[in-house]
């Protein structure tokens, strides 16, 4: 074959193995590829500038370079032990850096050495040749898994007796191994390159493969929260779905609860206790099942207490040597391998999801069974909070509809009207700061022209005071039936009445008394409630009525005095709970007795319905849009 031929040929395959090692170095950006795509540029350019002339010391003097590039290049990317592949990079590095000093010197001064120097030139090249890619050839001999190694091992050869055959002036044999050379070469970074892109093809099958999976997940766990909102079927769906993605034997579920421990909420497949059971247990499923739900795990405590306490999924490829892995049932049902992912949105931990064992018992979970785990946890977490608002809001809106219907049962204790009686008018309203309300009147009419009054206020709001005013109900409707006195209806009240106060630290104040038409007095006793007010209508005087015992619930067999007043014709009194005095406005002023005081002198002579409708509106227009925070009760008696 003719030399220039070979040399031509020599020149397109190192420049076409410099441009594929340079394109590979822009994709990957690996230093090996840059290097690999220098040392064939000199490798090249060398070739052309023997074109037609033997070699000089300068071209024997690139052969080094580009030997030792090449060698290091191949070393670093055929060594499987990280030990070999440091010393040989270093080896490589020392004595080319030596060899090139030497080389270069005698190329700059050439005749200015001992002609001894020539000699060992001669030999030292040769044996430097060899010694570099009689090293990688041995390296590469003892890597049985290096992929295209015959390429390898004909271009180290190749290359070696090209430069040795160059040496010794051997040009044809020089150029035609050398060529032989750079097609193996060529042909060992053109199968790496198509090896790359094949990987890369790999993964993004796989990583399609993962996001359709994990898309259908998505999509069952997004469609179970939004069609069933209940918590136990997304739970399910959860699991199903943590199984089918990982090919999982079992999984469990584990939610926090409010004492901050994890609680098994679901369980599919067989999974085994987190703690040692006893044999008995061990061959009970049902005993296995209720020891796995009884089971609390404080955060931090074993395998799932750490995934929880640190937010991140934790794999375990062998559970068998793991001591934080319990094999309760290791005869039975062995952990092998195991991945625990927290479930959590917006920085809220709601609990674990765990999986154990492959379906085929010697695969181990990935890191891509991790991967798609913590995936599915995410979503689990947003699916988990949305059946649990839904929940919240069923519950309440069940809770309103109750409160209602209890409202409504407490209104119906109260008078649907007030009675009607010779020689006095009267009025009440009565409105809860809430839904239920602790305030309570009533109204008992007797023969004789008699009628009975009550007014009471039981401490709190909501549903609690609500109870308590459906018991005073209860027992003050026992007692007033018979048209007792006051000052024997209100300790009965208080002793029948002490434990439950006591027990919830509640009490009760009261105004009990009688109307007698026939002598137009108003007998009554005092619990602890606000003073009532009385108009006199002849002297046009205003006074407050002090006289008052304790309330109810403090203390059994309380003392109870009882006082009566004569209502003379447009007399008034206004009976009041203290929802009235405490009402605030905008401005963070309380209504106070005063202005209950001077609206009542102001307004007493209207009626007692228009006197209680307008006292609401001076109410109103104090409050000035001020929120309500306390139930009131209002009753007006006139005398005519």
């Not at 102001?602 to 609401?616: G, M, P, W, Y």
């Amino acid at each position: 074959m003719d030399i220039h031929i070979v040399k031509l040929l020599i020149c397109v395959f190192a420049s076409m193995t410099c441009i594929e090692s340079y394109a590979q170095w822009e994709r990957e950006r690996t230093r090996d590829w840059l290097l690999l795509g220098s040392a064939f540029l000199i490798y090249s350019f060398n070739t052309i500038l023997t074109y037609n002339k033997s070699p000089a010391r300068w071209n024997h003097l690139a052969n080094v370079i580009f030997t030792a590039i090449l060698c290091y290049v191949l070393i670093r990317k055929t060594s499987l032990s990280q030990f070999i592949a440091f010393l040989l990079r270093y080896i490589f590095i020392i004595t080319a850096a030596v060899f090139f000093l030497f080389v270069l010197l005698v190329a700059l001064f050439p005749g200015q050495f001992n002609p001894e120097i020539n000699r060992y030139w001669r030999i030292l090249f040769p044996l430097w040749i060899w010694s570099m890619y009689g090293i990688l050839t041995i390296n590469l001999l003892r890597q049985e898994s290096v992929e295209h190694g015959y390429q390898l091992f004909l271009l180290s050869i190749a290359f070696a007796s090209s430069f040795l055959l160059a040496h010794f002036s051997h040009t044809t044999l020089s150029e035609v191994c050398g060529l032989i050379a750079c097609m193996a070469a060529y042909s060992f970074i053109h199968h790496s390159i198509q090896k790359y892109w094949q990987v890369i093809a790999n993964q993004n099958v796989e990583l399609n493969k993962e996001l359709n999976i994990m898309m259908r997940i998505n999509e069952r766990i997004g469609g179970a929260a939004r069609t069933s909102l209940d918590l136990r079927s997304v739970l399910e769906m959860i699991a199903d779905s943590a199984l089918w993605t990982t090919s999982a034997s079992a999984c469990i579920i584990f939610l926090l609860q409010q004492d901050g421990t994890l609680r098994a909420e679901c369980i599919n497949g067989m999974f085994p206790p987190l703690e040692p059971v006893t044999e008995e247990v061990a061959r009970n499923p049902k005993l296995l099942r209720e020891k796995l739900i009884s089971q609390r795990i404080p955060l931090g405590e074993g395998i799932i207490g750490e995934a929880a306490q640190c937010s991140r999924p934790i794999l375990v490829e062998n559970a068998s040597a793991d001591q934080r892995v319990v094999q309760a049932l290791h005869d039975i049902v062995p952990i092998q391998t195991l991945i625990a992912a927290p479930m959590r949105v917006a920085g809220e931990l709601f609990g674990i999801i765990a999986v154990i064992n492959k379906d085929k018992r010697t695969r181990m979970f990935t890191h891509n069974d991790q991967n798609s785990l913590h995936s599915i946890a995410s979503q689990a977490a947003v699916a988990i909070k949305t059946a649990r608002a839904h929940s919240d809001i069923i519950a309440e809106r069940i809770m309103e509809m109750e409160l209602r219907q209890a409202r409504q049962i407490q209104l119906n204790i109260l008078p649907s009207k007030c009675p009607t009686i010779t020689n006095l008018e009267i009025a009440a309203k009565s409105s809860a700061a809430r839904t239920m309300s602790g305030d309570y009147y009533n109204f008992f009419e007797y023969s004789d022209n008699k009628l009975g009054i009550a007014i009471g206020d039981v401490s709190g709001k909501g549903l609690p005071a609500a109870l308590v005013t459906m018991t005073l109900h209860t027992i003050l409707s026992q007692q007033a039936i018979d048209g007792k006195l006051p000052q024997d209806v209100i300790p009965y009240l208080n002793n029948a009445m002490l434990t439950i106060l006591h027990s919830n630290e509640m009490f009760v104040t009261m105004i009990y008394g009688i109307w007698d038409g026939n002598t137009r007095t108003f007998t009554f006793s005092n619990a602890g409630h606000p003073h009532p007010y009385i108009i006199y209508a002849d002297s046009e005087t205003c006074e407050i009525i002090e006289d008052s015992d304790i309330a109810l619930g403090f203390l059994p067999d309380s003392p109870t005095t009882q006082k009566s007043i004569k209502l003379q014709p447009n007399d008034l009194m206004l009976f009041f709970t203290d929802g009235i005095e405490d009402t605030i406005n905008t401005n963070h002023e309380i209504f106070g007795i005063e202005r209950i005081e001077q609206f009542i002198c102001k307004n007493a002579q209207l009626s007692a319905h228009e006197l209680i409708e307008t006292l609401l509106q001076t109410l109103e227009q104090f409050m000035n849009g001020a929120a309500v925070h306390d139930d009131y009760t209002l009753i007006v008696l006139k005398a005519y």
